[in-house]
């Protein structure tokens, strides 16, 4: 393509994403189309010769557009939100143009040291205490690896990386951890065997006073307890584990203390919000992702440590070609976690931090909350609809209960569920809590408004009292 070409298509696409962003309300937010549908119209051989943009670009819209599902629409409910943002769009545009491959300092300076500049930021914005380095990682799976593997290597005296180890390290985490810290677990070479999963309370958090008996029980066996994962916002209901009192045991313990706030990390953008990193001194790392709620579309996770030095020693490796005159007076952020290549990911956080100021993050998530409170109250107020959780963020968990069994409730809100997407208006995803089949209604777009949160509601209504006739 000659470059007069690129700059009449870069100027198509980027009309067509604003066009998106104007008409997004338009299409379904879920993909209706069939399993093997799009690959059905897809060639079974690569094109021999090169194609013209203009068919290319057709095809994106006729064939790749029906199978996506949008998750920048405002009815977006599901999961949790993955938002993006113009200004994280546009800095994807030029990291693309720029391609750039910043494994170290010296492969793009710019790269290296906007990342260190502008987690700190993050770092500042959020809230967590002075010293705590950051690096960009492409998941929270992917930080919370690090983090096992680094609570490994300390736990082992540096010796694992060099010798291997034979287990007999434990891990512990709630029984409503995300499956990330099992699959970390099943990966750092821990054993699956050595997880322990610690029971929760009534509000879904992880009970100290039984992470300290396990801590006991394994120690009593000659176990070393390597690393807790403590999370702030589970994924299923955004429960809170009280981190301070946890951080305690692990200082006692001299244990790896993890935070997993993938979701709920934004949330400490607001003064209000701060008592979620009470303790947050005793933490070893800490992982949040703004490619879920701070408007940095994917992949962006800020991985914070308290001891740079532990996380280097564990992933630093110095190949001959990899060597630079620089390497004594830098950072080389391949040495703070798995991956060697390196997207320029800090590009788009200094995007977004800048378009919208603190203050600006700080309203669309405050905005976000106040929406999430107004609907559960509505929750509260019907006579037949209830909360499952409390909702310290953005979530709502709740259920239809007509005053029917669990079974039969558990059948009837799965068919909801099914109605309310089928409307094309809205997705909302679900859970299970303590057996009991839960809806979990997440508010977190950056374009979702009040009257969204009502129309979902208004569906869901209708769609309940539908399912009763039929
Ligand atoms: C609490 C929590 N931790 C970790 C993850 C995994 O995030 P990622 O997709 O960035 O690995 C999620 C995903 O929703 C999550 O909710």
């Known amino acids: ?28 937010v879920l993909s209706r189309v069939k399993p093997g549908a799009i690959k059905a119209r897809l060639p079974l051989k690569p094109p021999a010769q090169g194609e013209s943009m203009e068919s290319i670009l057709a095809d994106f819209e006729d064939i790749v557009l029906p199978g996506i599902t949008h998750w920048q629409h405002p009815g977006w409910f599901g999961y949790f939100p993955a938002n993006n943002s113009p200004a994280s769009v546009l800095a994807e545009i030029l990291t693309a143009g720029i391609g750039a491959q910043c494994m170290v300092w010296q492969t793009s300076p710019a790269a290296t040291e906007l990342e260190d500049r502008v987690l700190d930021w993050l770092r500042q914005m959020i809230g967590l205490p002075e010293g705590f380095a950051g690096v960009i990682q492409d998941t929270a799976s992917t930080a919370t690896l690090c983090a096992l593997l680094s ?25 409503q951890a995300h499956s990330s810290i099992e699959k970390g677990v099943k990966m750092a ?5 050595q997880l322990r999963m610690i029971p929760t309370d009534d509000t879904y958090a992880m009970i100290p006073e039984k992470l300290e008996e396990a801590i006991a029980e394994d120690e ?6 390597a690393c807790v994962v403590a999370t702030i916002g589970t994924t299923s209901s955004t429960a ?12 006692l313990h001299d244990t790896w203390l993890h935070v997993d706030a993938a979701y709920g990390g934004s949330a400490c953008l607001l003064a209000e919000m701060r008592w979620l990193l009470e303790g947050a001194e005793l933490m070893d790392s800490f992982v949040m992702n703004p490619h879920k709620w701070l408007f940095t579309n994917f992949d962006c996770s800020a991985y914070f440590v308290k001891d740079p030095g532990l996380l280097i ?41 800048r378009s919208y100021g603190t203050e600006g993050l700080q309203a669309l998530i405050r905005e976000h909350i106040r929406l999430s409170r107004l609907f559960r109250r509505w929750v509260e ?18 259920r239809f209960n007509g005053g029917k069994d ?18 094309g208006r809205v997705f909302l995803t679900h859970t299970t809590l303590r057996g009991r089949y839960v809806l979990r209604m997440a508010i977190g777009q950056r374009t979702t408004r009040e009257r969204h949160v009502r129309e979902a509601w208004e569906i869901i209504v209708r769609s309940a009292e539908a399912l009763l006739k039929a």
């Open 240 to 251: 809170v584990d009280p981190l301070a009192a946890i951080g305690r045991i692990c200082r």
């Open 189 to 193: 070479g821990y054993g699956r065997d």
């Open 406 to 423: 669990d079974a039969a409730l558990n059948a009837f809100n799965k068919d909801l569920l099914e109605r309310v997407n089928a409307s």
């Open 220 to 225: 009593k066996k000659g176990l070393k307890p």
């Open 313 to 353: 020693r564990t992933f630093e490796i110095h190949p001959e070609y990899l060597k630079t005159g620089a390497d004594a007076h830098v950072k080389n952020y391949r040495d703070w976690g798995i991956q060697l290549g390196r997207r320029f990911r800090a590009l788009k956080l200094w995007f977004v931090v």
């Open 381 to 398: 107020e019907h006579p037949m609809f209830e909360p499952m959780a409390p909702t310290p963020f953005s979530l709502v968990c709740f």
């Open 1 to 28: 393509m000659e470059n007069k070409d690129f700059r009449e298509f870069g100027h198509r696409v980027v009309d067509w994403v604003a066009d998106y962003f104007e008409n997004i309300e338009k299409y379904a």
């Open 151 to 175: 609570a490994r290597e300390k736990a082992t005296g540096f010796t694992s990386n060099e010798h291997g180890f034979a287990s007999g390290l434990t891990v512990y985490a709630s029984d």
